[in-house]
């Protein structure tokens, strides 16, 4: 065994990554004490009239129809927003604030769930001293969910993410969801203060027995060759006792007037969905701010991942599908992703993006809910705001029939929602721009 893979193999034993206990996370800098009054400065979360304030000055920009549909109570319309407030250093303060957000009632996050996925396999391959150029290796496809009879079960980690985060595919989700195993990804999760999350199954499987299996699996460092191969982590099974704990942590998560059968027959009644994944609106917020803004939260509870890791993950979050390097390889159409494809604030009704803008987050859509966790910017250092958002758009309250209000109604609300969180944002006095720490600028985006 060469050195550099003798390395590699010692550091991911150290973690756990070569054992039975498969997948370990590294703490973020060791135990480090509850927030200090710096980081409670910094980051301020607005209630009553401040709070009021700052959605009043969005609002104040958004079409008259936009605004009926936020009046809607069928619509469930949620809506987290930070204000970032610059400084001449460029450093940041941040002023967070909600609307309508209701912590227990159940909505899908769809594919939200895959950026805190995305953000837990960077960290095992940082703890491990490895890079996005190294592979993730399955002996078998998952047991359940999307997974095309053409896919490798070897990928190198940077095209599972680009797959995952700029176009949007299940497959590489259900790659990452056996590698890491729901048990290992809720502890850490727990760690970092997310109890109430639940990444439970994997994409596009119904059955809550085989999403708690896992198929054994490896990771290969860049240089392994095909004949040297790592220790395998073991197939797995969750403890069925700690999994049947890991339902939807507020009850039932019942959904729906009716439900559509694959044969087309309505079932009458709502659905409960109380395996299905969950991802709170206000955490999928802190998820993102955490990775863009790692200073807004106290050092225990921010991803452990180093500044080179952070931001390349963070730029891939913010690349549109034209640019993918997937294009040349034929595996996207350019023709199929236009740049609204997998962002819905500002451009979701809209083919091309504005010039100098950016979106740094994740969408979803399921069932007739749409939404989105965006930090959104704008070239010139004027609009920088984090935002996030989701609505239900299913006037005839028939789950799974595909007659969903997407183009209508939620893709239009949040298409002028994140323009008026911009323009709102420009309109106010601020003594610093973003400048020199402009997002696009320190990720290599025009």
């Avoid at 401040?50 to 949620?78: G, I, K, N, S, W």
């Avoid at 009879?149 to 595919?169: H, K």
């Avoid at 350019?334 to 819905?344: C, I, L």
């Amino acid at each position: 065994m060469d050195e550099s893979r003798r390395r590699v193999v010692a550091a991911m034993s150290a973690l756990g990554l070569l054992g039975a206990a498969g997948p370990a996370f590294a703490q973020a800098g060791g135990a480090v004490p509850a927030a200090s009054n710096a980081t409670a400065r910094r980051h301020r979360r607005l209630q009553g009239a401040e709070a009021q304030a700052l959605f009043d000055a969005v609002l104040a920009h958004l079409p008259a129809a936009q605004r009926e549909v936020l009046r809607d109570p069928r619509r469930e319309v949620q809506i987290a927003l930070t204000r970032i407030e610059r400084e001449a250093d460029g450093s940041a303060r941040f002023a967070t604030a909600t609307f309508g957000v209701q912590r227990q009632r159940w909505f899908p996050a769809a594919s939200v769930v895959k950026l805190p996925i995305a953000l837990l396999v960077a960290e095992v391959l940082e703890a491990a001293n490895l890079g996005f150029n190294a592979r993730t290796v399955l002996a078998s496809a998952p047991r359940s969910g999307n997974w095309e009879a053409a896919e490798p079960l070897v990928e190198p980690v940077w095209q599972t993410l680009w797959r995952l985060l700029v176009v949007s595919e299940n497959v590489p989700f259900n790659r990452l969801y056996d590698m890491l195993g729901p048990d290992r990804i809720h502890a850490r999760l727990a760690e970092l203060g997310f109890d109430d999350v639940r990444l439970i199954s994997r994409l596009g499987s119904p059955d809550p027995r085989l999403n708690r299996q896992t198929v054994a699996s490896r990771i290969e460092a860049p240089e392994t060759g095909p004949d040297g191969e790592l220790a395998w982590v073991p197939r797995w099974n969750a403890d069925a006792r700690r999994a049947a704990a890991r339902r939807f942590p507020f009850g039932s998560a019942l959904k729906g007037a009716a439900w559509q059968d694959d044969r087309g027959r309505i079932e009458q009644g709502p659905r409960d969905f109380s395996t299905a994944n969950f991802l709170p609106l206000e955490d999928a917020h802190a998820m993102l701010l955490r990775l863009a803004f790692p200073e807004a939260t106290r050092r225990s509870q921010r991803w452990a991942l180093s500044a080179t890791t952070r931001l390349s993950l963070l730029r891939i979050t913010g690349l549109f599908p034209r640019e993918s390097p997937l294009l040349a390889t034929g595996t996207h159409a350019p023709a199929a992703f236009g740049d609204g494809y997998a962002k819905f604030f500002v451009v979701g009704d809209r083919d091309a993006a504005p010039r100098g803008f950016r979106s740094f987050g994740k969408t979803g859509e399921a069932f007739g809910h749409q939404g989105e966790t965006a930090l959104l910017t704008e070239a010139d250092g004027q609009g920088e705001v984090l935002l996030s958002a989701n609505l239900y758009a299913n006037a005839d309250g028939v789950l799974n029939d595909d007659r969903y209000e997407y183009d209508t109604v939620s893709r239009p609300f949040l298409a002028a929602l994140g323009r008026a969180a911009l323009a709102a944002e420009k309109e106010r006095p601020r003594p610093h721009r973003a400048g020199a720490a402009f997002l696009p600028t320190v990720l290599g985006l025009g």
